[in-house]
């Protein structure tokens, strides 16, 4: 069975600081991974996803994430955070064929001034 | 491009009535619409995978006769909550997942809609 594990409930940093937002995955076979933000009563939105190309991936708002096959890790990271980027995150796991999307709990981002 | 809609956005009903969601994917076709429920502060957690034109398939634990899904076209997926209880107050959030081109790997998510049973 696929899980994803996403370290720290908080995280605190201060504007311009960089951001980084963990998440480890585990999957009996190649996974597709996801990283969704969602702000306050709102649905998900889209931040980035790796499909089996490159593992650096790129995604909107300056966020991007590495695919570590070696430590099962898909880290979010962002070199300087807005207070626009208070949210809660989550990281997904799928495995091809996308029927299911296994969520982790989700971290809660706070920037400071 | 790529988005899906819900309505209503909120709602609240009395006890032992009846409620109607209803999820859309505006610009694309979606095959699979997926159905959400997450609850303060806590992760989303799959009801239910509708397919259009098919039954759908329950998450071990979720009563489909309760939570009734409707997917009659590919653009409209429908979630009923049946003689809904106060314990059934949540976010609901559906998303759907394209038949074609880049919308095939990726589910796009409805703003969500805030049920509240009194």
């Known amino acids: 069975a696929q899980s994803v594990t996403q370290l720290g409930s908080h995280v605190s940093v201060s504007e311009g600081a960089l951001v980084l937002l963990r998440c480890n995955y585990s999957?009996?076979?190649?996974?597709?991974l996801f990283w969704y933000v969602q702000y306050p009563n709102q649905g998900l939105q889209l931040l980035l996803k790796?499909?089996?190309?490159?593992?650096l991936v790129k995604g909107i708002n300056g966020f991007e994430a590495e695919f570590k096959k070696s430590e099962t890790s898909f880290h979010l990271t962002k070199p300087s955070a807005h207070m626009s980027d208070a949210a809660e995150y989550f990281c997904?796991?799928?495995?091809?064929?996308?029927?299911?999307?296994?969520f982790g709990t989700g971290t809660r981002l706070l920037v400071s001034p | 491009g790529a988005v899906v809609s819900q309505h209503p956005s909120r709602v609240i009903c009395k006890s032992g009535t009846s409620v109607k969601i209803e999820c859309r994917s505006l610009?694309?076709?979606?095959?699979?619409m997926f159905w959400y429920r997450q609850f303060p502060k806590q992760s989303l957690m799959l009801m239910a995978t509708?397919?259009?034109?098919?039954?759908?398939?329950?998450e071990q634990g979720v009563e489909k006769d309760k939570f009734l899904i409707n997917h009659a076209s590919l653009t409209l997926s429908t979630l009923t909550v049946t003689s809904a209880h106060p314990e059934d107050s949540s976010f609901y959030i559906c998303?759907?997942?394209?038949?074609?081109?880049?919308?095939?790997?990726?589910?796009?998510f409805g703003p969500g809609t805030r049920l509240t049973v009194l």
């Open positions: 610009d694309f076709q979606a095959t699979t």
């Open positions: 997904a796991v799928s495995e091809e064929g996308f029927q299911k999307l296994v």
């Open positions: 999957s009996s076979v190649p996974p597709y």
């Open positions: 998303s759907a997942r394209g038949l074609a081109g880049r919308n095939t790997d990726t589910q796009y």
């Open positions: 790796y499909t089996s190309a490159a593992t």
């Open positions: 509708s397919n259009e034109g098919s039954k759908a398939t329950y």
